[in-house]
């Protein structure tokens, strides 16, 4: 897309319009990438109060006509949602699993089961998505599991000697761990192989077999001794509006509860709640300053310590007890192979969060309970039972649509899905469709691009404002917008663009400031063509700031129209297809042909950002980015640290070696302070070290039921430790340094080359962290970038693919992992 990028590096100096103080303060970071204008069809909208609403209303009346059950969607759209379901608590993410390996060439039969996926998306984000596996995983064997076993035991097979039976036996038997590796490569499902995959047909499967949702557990009042304070007095609270209370109360040191529209929702719903179950002893509560959540606050954190405290096999114990509890609902199977749902746990009761300046953020979100899910299963299979009192609001058999259940929430109207876990074979087919449609809009881009730089000119304004919105979308990737109403978030998109968001400065120069999707802060400088700039004048011409910019366009007239030229082409489409191709040149032009891997990374990490830029994933910079700036800065001194012992301990040995010029400049920023500092915290970090494993080999022993290691074990550990330290600290600016263990110069010297090229690679990663820290890398990598530009790349250059995909990533993108290292966008 030309002038893409050099559209997108205008930092913001000053806010514009009369929303600038607003939007100075909301960007945030945006985790996924769902575009309101892609959403399903038939998907009610939020009640809107502006020219939504008449729209919204009739959605909802269209889904109590059809008892409760919300209108099909359209298998494109629908399967384009990103996350299943919108979860603004952060439900903890799964638990580690095996990384997809490279499966066998030959396919297996359809009736394979998937038995193992990795990504839950149980809230807004894949939170791990943009974190690196540290290893590199061997591929899988082409063997199926059972001969691979029996091959195993022949290779290793030894003469038989009397009492080596167990050892022989332990030999012959293969690690459940490597078993179980080798059973999920036979068992996934190669959709992508199979030439009559269905993958634009209406029916989305023959079969489905589910056990449905988990609920929460109910709420467990507080012990008798925690009690809210108003004005001073205890309140004695009936459980449901304590447990609101405590939602509150354990918020009160975010800066959740210094916000005032959060605090204003929180106890106008709070009241509401007290109304129906006022405090036992009479209390009238009128006002949030005099309430006191002091107590429940502390009794909150007093529990995490406890946790916190827990030893491994308590803690091992707990999350096998919530593993099997949960066990039933994480996979289904789907014409009769395994698969794994997505997110099957609903949402617990809490305060609504939201994103960015949302109007409704701390409002109440109600317990959902079984009459409130609709569920969708096979007409044969048995219908599940939920896990707390009640019935299903309604079962349903459709299978032109691929969730397994739906509910409405409370807070802003909206549906929530159950889908399949990112892995799944529908999930895959979905993003291979999104991806090979961005691709096939290289045949038909030049054309579009003539029109509508024709139309440009046209003497039909509603032509002309369509072909100027198709050139902002076009250069700028902007999304294309939709109405909203007045609870909702004040966030534009290119066809709800209101006159005050765009500014024109001359000559050619137009100024974007706008709240974009998630309240994040689009300011952009750009300069455009001639036609361009006159008809954005054109269109403010006698119009009020608040008046819409394109007021004879809108976003379902647009993507119809773009759909006339291709198939399937939506706005969106648009915007995949600018940031897979930009990225793809970024990576041809940037990445150094004989760079280190940690170079050839910080290349493609550039090429991300740009990508991200473009996309407008900014984030405010992470509070915790100078505290871990700070702890790379002391792994780097302890680097150097390192190195200087090592030189000192080679001039011990021989003094020539100070005359060589690698080995004559000292660690500039390693000082006494410095190094007495770094030594102190080495003495902490063993110290505390050595108690870990004394209380860990105990509780093993005791597990055991063997005699406990007695203290003095420990205190003669930590005795050695100190010594140690205060040796060093006699070494201390003299120059000199033993060697615990003597070693030959040359091996000395081949730990300072080692050293030196992990400084290196490491001050190549603090300067990728730093130049990152206002860029969200993940959603343009999970949405808009197609993961065989990566895949590709990364054979093409030698870097190992588990350094730019977690787990979660290789396992959604399994079709993209074999293509071979030519491969282009």
Request: net charge positive; glycine share 6%.
């Amino acid at each position: 897309m030309p002038g893409a990028v050099e559209a997108t590096t205008t930092k913001a100096t000053s806010a514009n319009g009369k929303r600038a103080s607003r939007s100075s303060k909301a960007i945030i970071e945006s985790e996924d990438d769902d575009d309101d204008d892609d959403a399903p069809l038939g998907k009610p909208k939020r009640a809107a109060n502006g020219k939504g609403k008449a729209a919204a209303t009739k959605g909802k009346a269209a889904a109590a006509k059809g008892k409760g059950r919300p209108p099909k969607k359209k298998a494109k759209q629908e399967e384009e949602s990103e996350p299943d379901i919108e979860s603004e608590d952060g439900t903890p993410p799964p638990k580690k699993a095996p990384p997809r390996k490279a499966p066998p060439k030959k396919a297996p039969a359809k009736g394979k089961r998937k038995v193992k996926d990795e990504s839950d998306a149980d809230d807004e984000s894949f939170s791990d998505d943009d974190k690196p596996l540290q290893k590199k995983r061997a591929p899988a064997k082409k063997a199926p599991a059972s001969k691979k076993v029996k091959a195993e035991v022949s290779d290793d097979v030894k003469p038989k000697k009397r009492g080596v039976k167990k050892e022989e036996d332990a030999e012959a038997t293969p690690k459940k761990g490597k078993a179980k590796k080798e059973e999920e490569a036979e068992d996934t499902y190669r959709w992508w192989e199979e030439q009559n995959a269905n993958r634009d047909g209406s029916v989305k499967w023959e079969t489905l077999d589910h056990n449905g949702v988990y609920f929460p557990p109910p709420y467990q009042p507080l012990p008798q001794h925690v009690k809210m304070k108003y004005n001073g007095q205890v309140v004695e609270l009936p459980p449901e509006s304590e447990e609101v209370a405590g939602f509150y109360a354990a918020l009160l040191e975010t800066d959740h509860a210094k916000d005032a529209t959060f605090n204003k929702n929180f106890f106008d719903d709070f009241l509401k709640i007290l109304k129906k179950y006022p405090p036992k002893n009479g209390i009238k509560i009128t006002k949030l300053e005099l309430c006191d959540f002091r107590p429940m606050f502390e009794y909150f954190e007093a529990e995490k310590e406890k946790k916190k405290q827990m030893t491994q096999a308590e803690k091992k114990a707990a999350k096998a007890e919530k593993d099997a509890a949960e066990a039933p609902y994480t996979h289904c199977f789907l014409d009769g192979r395994k698969e794994k749902v997505g997110n099957f746990r609903v949402e617990p009761p809490g305060l609504f969060r939201g994103r960015g300046d949302h109007p409704r953020k701390g409002a109440l979100k109600l317990r959902v309970r079984p009459e409130d899910i609709t569920i969708n299963i096979g007409k044969d299979a048995k219908v599940p039972k939920p896990n707390v009192p009640g019935k299903w609001k309604e079962v349903v058999h459709d299978n032109t649509v691929t969730w397994l259940a739906n509910w409405v929430e409370n807070v802003n109207g909206n549906y929530k899905y159950v889908f399949l876990a990112a892995g799944s074979s529908i999930k895959g087919q979905s993003d291979w469709q999104k991806f090979e449609k961005a691709r096939e809009l290289k045949n038909h881009v030049d054309r579009i691009r003539l029109d509508y730089q024709e139309a440009l000119k046209s003497k039909n304004m509603g032509e002309r404002q369509r072909a100027t919105a198709m050139y902002f979308i076009d250069k700028l990737a902007l999304r294309a917008g939709n109405e909203k109403g007045e609870d909702e978030a004040d966030t534009v998109g290119c066809c709800s663009l209101r006159c005050e968001h765009v500014t024109l400065e001359p000559p050619d120069k137009l100024v974007f400031d706008f709240l974009g999707k998630d309240s994040i802060r689009y300011y952009n400088e750009v300069p455009v063509i001639d036609q361009v700039y006159k008809n954005i004048r054109i269109f403010k011409n006698d119009k009020n700031d608040e008046d819409e910019l394109f007021d004879r366009v809108n976003t379902g007239a647009l993507n119809r129209h773009l759909a006339s030229y291709m198939k399937g082409l939506t706005a969106k489409v648009f915007r995949t297809y600018n940031a897979s191709k930009v990225f793809q040149e970024l990576l041809d032009q940037g990445t150094p042909e004989k760079g280190t891997v940690q170079e050839k990374l910080n290349a493609y990490n550039h090429a991300n950002r740009m990508v991200a830029i473009l996309c407008n994933h900014q984030r405010a910079v992470p509070k915790t980015h100078e505290q871990s700036m700070s702890k790379m800065r002391d792994k780097l001194r302890g680097l150097k640290y390192e190195r200087m012992k090592l030189r000192h301990a080679l001039f011990a040995i021989d003094p020539k070696f100070k005359k060589k010029k690698k080995y004559v400049d000292d660690e500039s920023d390693l000082d006494d302070d410095a190094i007495a500092n770094h030594e102190d915290a080495l003495k902490a970090k063993e110290i505390e070290k050595a108690e870990k494993k004394f209380q860990k080999d105990n509780e093993k022993l005791k597990e055991d039921s063997k005699e406990q290691l007695d203290e003095s074990v420990l205190k003669e550990k930590i005795k050695e430790i100190e010594e140690e330290y205060k040796r060093l600290k006699k070494e201390r600016g003299t120059g000199k340094h033993a060697l615990k263990k003597e070693k030959p110069t040359e091996k000395i010297e081949e730990a300072i080359d080692k050293l030196d090229e992990r400084i290196k690679t490491f001050k190549l990663q603090m300067e990728d962290r730093e130049a990152g820290k206002e860029v969200a890398l993940g959603t343009s990598k999970i949405n808009y970038l197609d993961p065989r530009i990566t895949v590709a790349w990364c054979k093409a250059y030698g870097v190992p693919v588990e350094k730019l995909f977690s787990k979660t990533l290789m396992t959604k993108f399994p079709w993209a992992m074999e293509v071979d290292t030519d491969w282009k966008f």
